[in-house]
């Protein structure tokens, strides 16, 4: 069984930046992919980006090109979200999520475990 907890997120300006974490907790060492996933109000949850254990990065979601980074630190099994440049339609609840494999995935059915979720604003 494995937790995931995650931190940060909150209101920013539009142009600002944050960074979300996604904490492990439990049966980690096997080796996890994790990914990041958000659900603005009213639209499905979409893809933002994942990374394997090893640090191998998926391409990411189109939105998220060139303004958002996945990195994680395996000693502290923590996934992180640095998010700059935002915008208003940044706005969602942000996800992460993790399966156990040295594969990521890009679609959330392929994930078993789910943080709590984070709420991300970006004021105009």
């Known amino acids: 069984q494995v937790q995931l907890v995650q931190s940060g997120g909150g209101l920013v300006q539009a142009g600002g930046s944050l960074r979300l974490s996604c904490a492990a907790y439990?049966?980690?060492?096997?080796?996890?992919?994790t990914a990041w996933f958000r659900q603005a109000s009213g639209k499905e949850r979409e893809f933002v980006g994942a990374i394997t254990r090893t640090g191998n990065t998926a391409p990411y979601g189109d939105f998220a090109k060139g303004r958002f980074t996945i990195s994680r630190d395996n000693a502290q099994n923590t996934v992180y979200l640095e998010m700059n440049s935002l915008k208003p339609e940044d706005t969602a609840v942000y996800y992460c999520?993790?399966?156990?494999?040295?594969?990521?995935?890009?679609?959330?059915?392929?994930?078993?475990?789910w943080g709590q979720g984070t709420q991300v604003t970006v004021s105009s």
């Open positions: 439990g049966r980690t060492s096997s080796g996890l992919a």
């Open positions: 999520a993790a399966r156990e494999s040295a594969r990521y995935a890009i679609t959330s059915d392929l994930y078993m475990y």
